[in-house]
């Protein structure tokens, strides 16, 4: 099978800035994509020069580009204060930020879209592992919903315009995202960003332990963003939504999303123990079980992005490894000052 997408094509990669972002660009280029000496073009505006909120900005600059591939990778994120304090905006920056970008894209006549999701999308209590018809069969996580509702309304735009005019638009659903560029901010910082910051600072201090919250029994699954750029480049590649073998829902229907992950979990007290001899802590771990622990497992089921013949390649020890090494390379000047 010939790849869908191609060497002069030109690639435009919203929030190319980000985490996944940034790792996405660095997978295009490294599999030759966006070369302009192969005719190709590679465009990562900034905010500053793209405001995605704006529609007819958008629509401007996508007359003035012309691209053919677009990835949407932009959002707005945070944790649980921002989601709990702030849930209009989270709301209605996403909303416009996905509108503007997808509804634009196909009009302006792009080729191919990939919308980038996340694992939130599905029910608290869902079964595990997730399957994607998960999707919308039941109530989600109070603590992110606003997110997570305008996630949902990204995949059910891609799908609805490829359902009615044949757009080619594709998503992929995320687990939880580590590698370069992460956030290591003291309190609004995902947990293993988190706890690697804390056990460093612990080590540099000569602490004799380090409290973490709960018991360390829920069990979460951690995906190097380098993994995600190098699936993001190979969905594109090798699946569509609108060829007759593409992957299926239980029901006979082509999936518009598919999960993305390792389909492999560990305990947050493993993950505790790994960070802490990644870093070289050598004191106690000890954990304050009056806070609380949260969804006791969050696995997705990845067996349908498998079947395309993908599957991640940094195991966890390792994907610690290279994380940590960069952030003494950069984090330390960069985001211990917060």
């Known amino acids: 099978m010939s790849s869908l997408i191609k060497a002069d094509d030109r690639f435009f990669v919203a929030g190319a800035r980000g985490m996944a972002g940034s790792a996405i660009c660095r997978a295009l280029q490294e599999n030759g994509y966006g ?10 505006p900034t905010r500053q020069e793209l405001d995605l909120l ?38 209605l920056e996403n909303l416009k930020i996905q509108t503007n970008v997808i509804e634009g894209a196909w009009k302006a006549g792009v080729r191919r879209l ?8 599905y029910p608290k209590f869902a079964e595990q592992p997730i399957k994607e018809e998960a999707l919308l069969t039941g109530s989600l996580e109070p603590t992110n919903e606003w997110y997570a509702i305008a996630k949902i309304t990204g995949i059910k735009l891609c799908e609805s315009l490829r359902q ?10 995320p687990t939880n995202l580590y590698g370069p560029g992460d956030n290591y901010h003291p309190e609004n910082s995902h947990v293993l960003p988190a706890l690697i910051r804390r056990f460093h600072e612990a080590k540099q201090a000569g602490a004799k332990s380090v409290t973490c919250w709960g018991t360390g029994s829920p069990l979460r699954e951690f ?17 569509s939504a609108l060829d007759q073998d593409a992957p299926k829902d239980d029901q006979g229907k082509p999936l518009a999303f598919l999960n993305l992950g390792t389909g492999v979990d560990l305990t947050i007290q493993e993950l505790a123990e790994q960070i802490a001899a990644v870093v070289g802590f050598e004191g106690t771990i000890e954990w304050d079980t009056s806070k609380p622990d949260g969804t006791p497992k969050k696995q997705l089921d990845v067996s349908l992005m498998k079947q395309l013949n993908w599957s991640a390649s940094i195991p966890i020890r390792e994907g610690l490894c290279l994380v940590y090494e960069d952030f003494i390379k950069e984090g330390l000047s960069q985001n211990l000052r917060n």
């Not at 070369?35 to 990562?44: H, Q, R, V």
């Not at 995906?223 to 699946?239: I, R, T």
């Open 164 to 173: 009615q005019y044949g757009f080619d638009a594709i998503s992929l659903m």
């Open 114 to 121: 990939l919308f980038l999701g996340s694992s939130c999308i």
């Open 54 to 91: 704006n529609h007819e900005v958008v629509k401007a600059w996508y007359e003035e580009n012309k691209p053919d591939v677009v990835v949407l990778a932009a959002a707005k994120v945070g944790g649980i204060y921002a989601n709990d304090t702030y849930p209009a905006d989270f709301l």
């Open 35 to 44: 070369d302009e000496t192969k005719g190709g073009a590679l465009l990562t």
């Open 223 to 239: 995906l190097h963003v380098d993994d995600l750029g190098n699936a993001c480049v190979f969905a594109l590649e090798n699946w």
